[in-house]
């Protein structure tokens, strides 16, 4: 137990038990030396093996196993209960580097039956996520909390987790879409009747006042002045004509006698 948990009541501490599993570090790029982890957690701490990058992943699969007391505030929620892990790298014997840092609240999944994803690091230049499997079952203790929100700021969703929460969700909505789609069957066909009506009334419609038209451009009078106006051209076009065949094809009693 922690020295900030030696004044708190045993009517509100409640003991947990993790089970923690440091799985790997992936998008690692190729640089020499091995990696390892340091992670301390209230009173416990440890070191996990050193392991070298290879195919730009670093796998250690290191698991971890301690008991945690976490105390139960004035509100019913859980105190945070901070688990922190450093990721380093070792070049030489003697040359350390830090890599980047993660801190989990292992409070929030107090109520989470077991969980594995992957997370951002912190302070981390590289383009790295550390994944974990993270287990907080109850030993002793009230049971009578609430668990604080779980942050996902530095968790990286899943593609599994994305297509896992969608078809849960399209599960949910097919009931209710069929329902819906079984009782709007009928009106819809009503309205396909109405809509096809429509038209047709409105090609007949359009159609007769089509004919009337035509009908009533036929009957329209005729002006006789443009055909007086046009007599004169009419006659003059004749006068033409006979001319023209007069010279080309002129008749035997007006033709000239020949010499014989």
């Known amino acids: 137990m922690s020295l900030q948990n030696l004044f708190v009541p045993r009517t509100r501490m409640a003991t947990f038990d993790v089970a923690l599993r440091i799985e790997d570090l992936n998008n690692v790029p190729p640089l020499n030396g091995l990696f390892y982890t340091k992670w301390k957690c209230q009173t416990h701490s440890g070191t996990s093996p050193r392991v070298p990058v290879v195919n730009r992943e670093v796998r ?3 698991a971890i196993e301690h008991p945690v007391d976490i105390p139960i505030g004035k509100d019913g929620t859980l105190a945070p209960c901070e688990l922190r892990i450093a990721i380093r790298q070792e070049v030489y014997s003697h040359v350390r580097m830090k890599v ?8 929030e999944y107090a109520r989470l039956s077991g969980s594995t994803r992957r997370y951002f690091l912190q302070e981390c230049k590289l383009n ?22 779980l942050d996902r700021s530095m968790v990286l969703t899943d593609l599994n987790d994305i297509i896992a929460s969608e078809s849960s969700a399209r599960n949910a909505r097919e009931p209710s879409s069929l329902g819906n789609s079984l009782s709007s069957q009928q009106p819809s066909g009503r309205r396909i009747v109405n809509a096809n009506s429509t038209p047709s009334m409105h090609s007949n419609t359009t159609r007769s006042n089509t004919t009337e038209t035509s009908q009533s451009r036929a009957l329209l009078p005729i002006d006789n002045t443009d055909l007086r106006d046009l ?9 033409n004509q006979q ?3 007069d010279i080309f094809s002129p008749s035997p009693s007006s033709s000239p006698g020949l010499p014989t």
Do not use: E, M
């Open 60 to 62: 250690w699969s290191h």
């Open 100 to 107: 980047g840092v993660l801190t989990v609240n292992l409070s």
């Open 128 to 149: 790295c996520t550390l994944k974990l499997s993270i287990s907080v079952s109850q030993v002793s203790g009230p049971d009578s909390y609430s668990v604080p929100q």
């Open 231 to 239: 007599a004169p051209f009419q006659r003059s076009s004749k006068k």
């Open 243 to 245: 001319i023209v065949n």
